[in-house]
Structures are given as C-alpha cells and as structure tokens.
C-alpha cells in the first residue's frame, strides 16, 4: 500500500520527489527512513527512477516512451469494458457520474466536513512510527507533516502543484 | 407434495427479489457481498434444477419416452392433470435460461481476456498502480487475472493526500479480495439464470462496493475523510468536461456507484452485525437446496415405481 501511495504522490505532484517530499506529500507521520526504503524499493522493481539530488535522491516515475500508448490503451479498454447493461463490469470504477441531485449533496457534504477535522489521529499502524518520525526528523529539516499538511480542503490544490 | 416442494425456489427467488437490496443495505457489506452471492447461486441453481425436472415429469409419458424409460405413463404422471405438452413450457423455459448464463459466463471469459491483454500493454505496473496522463479524473480496478489499479493524473491531482489514499485503499481492497470474481460475476451469472435475482445481484455489486469503502475507512482510520474522499472524486469528475475516458458511457454508468448511498454510509456509524439477519438468509439457502434435494427424491421415488409398474405390467 506505501508503495502505491508513495508512487501516486509522485505521480501527483508531477516531478521527482526527494524522500523527505515525498514523506511530506504523504501527508502522514511516517519514518524518513521507511518513505526512503520504500522509494528505493521501488525503483529496484524498475518503478522508478533516479537521479542526484543533492545529498539524496530524487525519485521520479519511470514512465517508458510508451507513456500516450498506456493513456490511449486505458482509454479504450475502459470504452471495452465499460458497464453497460449486459457487460460484466470488469472495470471496477471508484466514482461514476453524477446526477445533478448528487452534485448538490456531495457538494453540501464537502461543507460539512471540511478537511482536517480536529482530533483525527494517526492512522493505524502508524503509531510505531511515529517515535521514529521524530528522531529522525532532523535529516528531513523539522517535519511539518501531519494534520496540518493535508489540512485545507480548499487548500489541496496548491498543495499539489509543483513547488 | 412434488409441486409444493418444488415452489420453495420460486418463492425464495422472489423473497431474494423483495428483501435483497434492503438486507443488502442492511448487513455489514462484506456479509452482505458473500451472502446475497451465495444465496443468488444457491437459488438459481435450485430453480434451474426443478424447473428441468418438472420438464422432465411433464414430458415422460410422452409414448416416445415411455418407449425409451420403459416407464408407465400413468405412474409418472400421478395425479398431475396436465397433458404432456405443457412440459414444452418449462423446458424451453430451463433452456432458455441455461443459454443466457452460458452466455453470460462466455461474455466474462471474453471481458476477462481483454482486461488480462489490457493489463500486459498498460503495465508493467511493479506497485501495481499505473499512472495515466488523462485530464480526465478517473480511478478504476481492471479485475484481469493479475488485477491493476489505473488512475488518471487528474484524479490524482483532485484530492489530497489523505482521500488519495482512501482511494488506494478502495481500490487494493477491490483486488485483494477478488470482489469482481468472486461476487459480482457470479451474482450476475446467477441472475443470468434467474432473471428474479436481477435485484439481488445489483444489490451485490453495491455492497462490494461498500466493502470497500468500509475496508479504505478502516485503513485511513477516519469514516468521515473516507466519505469526503468519495464525495471530491465524484464532484471532481462531475466538473470536467464530458468525453475523454468514457464520455459515451456518462449516462449509463451514472446510477452504478451509488455514490450517494456510499457517502451516507460512511458518515453514519461502522455497520453493526446484524445476526438475526444472516440466520435467516442461511435458512432460506438450506431451505431452498433442501427444497431441491427433496425434489430430486420425490421424482426419483415416482420414476422407480412407474418403472417397477411398467416390468410389472409386461
């Protein structure tokens, strides 16, 4: 799951990452040292890619040549496979279109709920972490991650655009 | 007492057909994905079964078949007033619906190698996660044999990091417990056989669904940002323009993630067991296989005696 996360913040933010982004962009309290495990993980199964970044790295996505053949492949197969009536939904879609009356409520319930809601804890499995994250929070340069990172609904899209 | 015991399916069916969405809704989902899947296979299996017999004790005492059986015509019909012919009624009925779940299960065999083919020219995928440059948002789990998560940059750039990982999470629980192959194909496929259980298998696709929801929850460890995370990627896909992706498909797929019904859920409490529920459900499969079992004695039973009379009579 880290991997994938890490992969889509990356992803995300649309250039390479350094590992101490990358925790940052995570938006949770993790240890430096397991996003740098984790980054390099990745890029040993050829996910990602690497260059020097100063004393780290920067890790970026190893997008082939083929990158417009993944998008127009994606494309059509989600034509192919999309649900109509009779076929067998092997495309499992997160969120589909929306009805006007949808659009209203969601629309209502992201008011209601704005983000960065007081007392949201650390997630599961992440308390162990959590001691780690400090100590070596030094190397990253005094960690601002946490709620304060993801907080702002409004606020998510310059979050996600390159700094 | 044959008919009797034979109109148990039926009546499960329909029971299956009223109740289904609401125990659906109901059940905690990952109880309610594998119980109604399993109660619309159980049921449709039942009422193909007796359906086919009853074709069969209808047809016996055709003379062509008596020929062959070497049963007594009178014995086999017992005090079933129907003429022969109206076996014709459910055996085309039997085969008619045979012919669409062998459909139905050709057409999954078919979308399942085109997902695998999909896979193996989107991918490699070593996180199991491919990136596609779309401006369109979208996020989806293509269930080949080897599954792959496929997000578009836009979807990624829509939410936070918090809600992008709700998203993960959807999506690697869609995987992780086979959801498409194990419940909703083979709800559909049951439905296929049973046109009855058309509800009840819409009812599965949801609670997968809700598992899902219910599983990414659990993994970011707060409901409400699982439901925010919902409600952003709907809204987000509901502001872009039209075409990219699927742009012929927006309307038929509009009412298929229920993104409503997911959204109120996970703002209202963790759903609570509900073992009342699930006994009953476990009760109408026993009864409804039972139903066929005893089926299958009682014809067995009226097919030995009009073979026993037919010897006795030469």
Known sequence: ?163 | MTALVALVPFAASVVLALAGPRVGRRLPPATATRLLTAAGLTTALATGFVLAVWAFILLAPLPELVAAGHWSAAVVRGGDPLPAGTGLLPAAAVLGLLAAAIGRAVGFGRDLAAAQRACRRLGPAPAGLVVIDDDRPDAYTVSGLTGLIVVSTAMLRALPADERRVLLAHEDSHLRHHHHHAYTQLAALAAAANPLLRGPARAVRLAAERWADEDAAAHAGDRIVAARALARAGLARADSPPGGASGGERVLAAADTHLEQRTRALLGPPPRRRPALVGALAALMLLTAGAAIGTEHLTEHRFEQARAAYSHAR
């Open chain 1, 1 to 163: 799951m880290l991997e994938r996360e890490l992969f889509a913040a990356i992803a995300a933010a649309g250039r390479p990452l350094t590992p101490a982004e990358a925790r940052e962009a995570l938006g949770r309290p993790l240890a430096y040292t397991t996003v740098m495990s984790t980054l390099a993980r990745l890029h040993d199964k050829g996910a990602l890619t690497r260059s020097p970044a100063g004393r780290s790295f920067a890790y970026g996505l190893a997008v082939g040549p083929d990158t417009l053949d993944a998008t127009l492949t994606a494309r059509r197969m989600a034509r192919a496979l999309d649900g109509g009536a009779n076929r067998a939904e092997a495309l499992a879609r997160f969120v589909a279109d929306l009805g006007p009356d949808d659009e209203r409520l969601l629309a209502d319930l992201l008011r209601a709920h704005p983000s960065g809601g007081a007392g949201r804890g650390p997630a599961e499995a992440d308390g162990a972490e959590t001691d780690r994250a400090q100590t070596s929070g030094a190397q990253v340069g005094g960690a601002q991650v946490g709620g304060a990172q993801v907080g702002g609904a409004e606020s998510t899209g310059a979050e996600d655009q390159p700094r």
